[in-house]
């Protein structure tokens, strides 16, 4: 594997005429050891740390079945409409002031339309005028011209999680489909956001659906991917899984290093199965991180995450994307 990893330091680049079983049983120790070379001679010790408000939570139509905000879950979530302005211009400036390097606002439901868009446009408005952050916005499937007004309002990034392999995609959701999915990251580039696009492991997919996804990723040169590990939440239709282990969440991180050589591999949600918040993960091909609450669950902290990349010899400091 660190062989393979000196060959793609030096130009090679793994497509899927490639045999790619490799990942599946490769020595742990010698793949974390490779993904972590890629990652040094690719992004140096540069890590990106953002986070995010749930800016409308709850009572989404939608039906995928790992999220505690579908209405066609039991889970009790905290429903509201869209929070107001100075609610979200607070938060930013709290999070800046902690160190965060990008904010982003994500909304429940099918997209955002309307007076909601409105809203969302004015408010990324102030957070330009008033904050020094990067940009981000997750809303779902939204139209080509919504993509333009977020662009002009300051938004930088647009997130849309492909969130599996596109043959696993019917079993986890049927209300929208893969295609609606890369259509959006199609029209979202076309505006001239840069995507972030990832997604879950540990639904019950193959390691064939996990190498799939990544090299999905790579050939719509995707520059940041949130990677999380489920969380079964009671109440949805995942919330019975069995947890994954510590190594299969090294093993996917590191493959998805090797397959993204020059990606932001970002952790999400899941850190919380390793009690040191997860340091294996970013010497094994991670550098960037989801940090702060997430949606329907407790994140990492921000100031513990600050000292960890630290102590990790990573440059905390703002940079550009």
């Not at 995942?238 to 590191?254: Q, S, W, Y």
């Not at 094994?284 to 949606?295: D, E, F, K, P, V």
Request: proline share 3%; with cysteine; glycine share 8%.
């Amino acid at each position: 594997m660190k062989k393979l990893a000196k060959e793609i330091i030096d130009g090679r680049r793994l497509t899927r005429s490639d045999d790619l079983s490799i990942f599946k049983h490769a020595d742990l120790g010698e793949l974390a050891e490779g993904a972590d070379m890629i990652r040094k001679a690719f992004c140096q010790n540069r890590v990106h740390l953002c986070t995010i408000i749930n800016g409308r939570s709850g009572k989404c139509g939608e039906d995928c079945k790992f999220c505690a905000q579908s209405a066609s879950s039991q889970t009790g979530c905290e429903t509201y409409d869209m929070l107001d302005e100075d609610t979200i211009l607070r938060d930013c400036k709290e999070k800046e002031a902690a160190g965060i390097h990008s904010y982003s606002i994500v909304t429940a439901g099918r997209t955002v339309a309307g007076k909601d868009l409105d809203r969302l446009v004015k408010i990324f408005k102030r957070l330009r005028k008033e904050c020094d952050v990067h940009l981000c916005s997750s809303n779902g499937l939204l139209s080509y011209e919504a993509f333009l007004r977020l662009k002009a309002a300051g938004v930088e990034t647009y997130h849309e999680n492909i969130e599996t392999s596109k043959r696993n995609f019917p079993h986890i959701c049927t209300t929208h489909t893969y295609e609606d999915k890369i259509e959006k990251i199609r029209l979202a580039k076309k505006a001239g956001l840069n995507v972030c696009s990832g997604g879950i492991i540990g639904m019950g997919e193959t390691w064939e659906d996990r190498i799939d996804m990544a090299v999905s990723l790579s050939e719509m040169e995707i520059s940041s991917i949130p990677l999380n590990a489920l969380r079964p939440i009671p109440g949805t239709p995942l919330g019975e899984l069995p947890p994954l282990t510590e190594d299969e969440i090294v093993r996917t991180v590191a493959m998805f290093r090797y397959l993204n050589p020059t990606a932001y591999i970002r952790m999400a949600a899941g850190r919380a199965y390793f009690e040191d918040g997860g340091k294996r993960l970013f010497v094994s091909g991670a550098n960037a991180a989801i940090t702060g609450n997430m949606l329907t669950t407790i994140g990492n902290n921000i100031r513990e995450d600050m000292q960890m990349f630290t102590e990790l010899g990573y440059d905390v400091t703002p940079h550009a994307w």
